[in-house]
């Protein structure tokens, strides 16, 4: 089955600085990696996703890179902000295949300081 | 406006004792999961049900039970909580797989 990679488990930025968290995945046939954004005590919040028929999409001071021959994808946060503190996950997803779920990675904890 | 609504937020119960959580949505969705969450780890899906046909994940323990009573309501029953149990529990709606929409978590504390 699916595994997701994240790195780093922990990433500490100054405000306005770039933040880049990393994620591999294993199954080939998956096609579609969203990003959750999950701040404390809340659920999970899609900020972005990218299909496999696409290498970068942006909005506004995110996005999202994928490598589908290297089987990794990557966000990135520009000018970064106190409210961009949260807990990132990424995850993959062979949607309309045998594994339709979404398979989540371990999570980076992102502080950014004022 | 909360989309997808987890009661109680914060729920606390006896070991071997069973406990119910529920999750209402308002986004007419089609698919409901549960998830587990543990201290700084990822979801882990337990179950969804797809309209009324339940999909069980193969490493879900028996203790764990779903009930889908209409397309607006899912619960999650555990029959006997162990320590173990303790986690948050995140309900999430979707109307085509696999964008998910995540209520704000019920914390299970198993005294």
């Known amino acids: 089955g699916e595994n997701v990679e994240q790195h780093p488990s922990t990433l500490s930025v100054q405000e306005g600085d770039s933040a880049v968290i990393k994620c591999t995945y294993s199954?080939?046939?998956?096609?579609?990696f969203p990003w959750y954004k999950q701040e404390l005590g809340k659920g999970p919040q899609l900020i972005i996703d990218?299909?496999?028929?696409?290498g970068e999409k942006k909005d506004q001071r995110i996005a999202v890179t994928l490598n589908k021959t290297a089987k990794h994808f990557s966000l990135h946060i520009t000018e970064t902000q106190p409210e961009d503190s949260a807990v990132y996950f990424c995850a993959a997803s062979n949607y309309g295949g045998s594994q339709g779920n979404l398979i989540f990675g371990k999570g980076t904890k992102l502080s950014v300081k004022p | 406006d909360a989309m997808v609504i987890q009661n109680p937020r914060y729920q606390v119960t006896q070991f071997g004792k069973p406990v119910t959580l529920s999750c209402s949505q308002t986004?007419?969705?089609?698919?409901m999961y549960w998830y587990q969450q543990k201290s700084s780890q990822a979801p882990k899906l337990l179950f969804h049900y797809y309209d009324k046909d339940f999909n069980n994940e193969a490493d879900t323990p028996d203790n764990f039970q779903s009930r889908r009573p209409n397309t607006s309501f899912c619960f999650l029953d555990i029959r006997s909580p162990g320590l173990g149990d303790a986690a948050m529990y995140l309900c999430?709606?979707?109307?085509?797989?696999?964008?998910?929409?995540f209520g704000a978590g019920t914390r299970l504390s198993v005294l």
């Open positions: 999430a709606t979707s109307r085509v797989p696999p964008n998910l929409y």
């Open positions: 199954d080939s046939a998956s096609n579609y």
């Open positions: 986004l007419n969705h089609n698919v």
């Open positions: 990218i299909r496999s028929n696409v």
